[in-house]
């Protein structure tokens, strides 16, 4: 099981980002996917959660409305499109497959200005 995030950077307050999750060694199509993310100093917190076929979504009540969780099943990817970012999105976001306890490697996200 391999899960490879991408898509971080460096991006001012109000700005987009879009992180990609790239699933291999498994049918993540059978699977419930999750991104996280852990701030300095803080636990790691669920952001946005995905049912298999995309038809279940929930979001932390911090990014409602802001972010959307996709996925893509014929190409093993997950997507979080992060919209009007906020200081306080600056984190390590993680991609999690919570039923195989997997977690790629994280992507680090700095909303500055």
């Known amino acids: 099981v391999q899960l490879v995030e991408s898509g971080g950077g460096l991006v001012q307050p109000g700005g987009s980002l879009r992180l990609s999750c790239a699933a291999s060694g498994f049918t993540a199509s059978s699977y419930l996917m999750r991104w996280y993310r852990q701030a300095p100093g803080k636990e790691r917190e669920p952001v946005a959660t995905?049912?298999?076929?995309?038809?279940?979504?929930m979001y932390a009540d911090s990014v409602k409305g802001r972010f959307t969780i996709s996925r893509d099943n014929a190409k093993n990817t997950v997507y979080l499109q992060m919209n009007r970012l906020k200081f306080e999105d600056t984190a390590v976001y993680y991609c999690?497959?919570?039923?195989?306890?997997?977690w790629g490697q994280g992507t680090q996200v700095t909303v500055s200005s």
């Open positions: 995905i049912t298999t076929s995309g038809a279940g979504i």
């Open positions: 999690s497959v919570p039923m195989l306890g997997s």
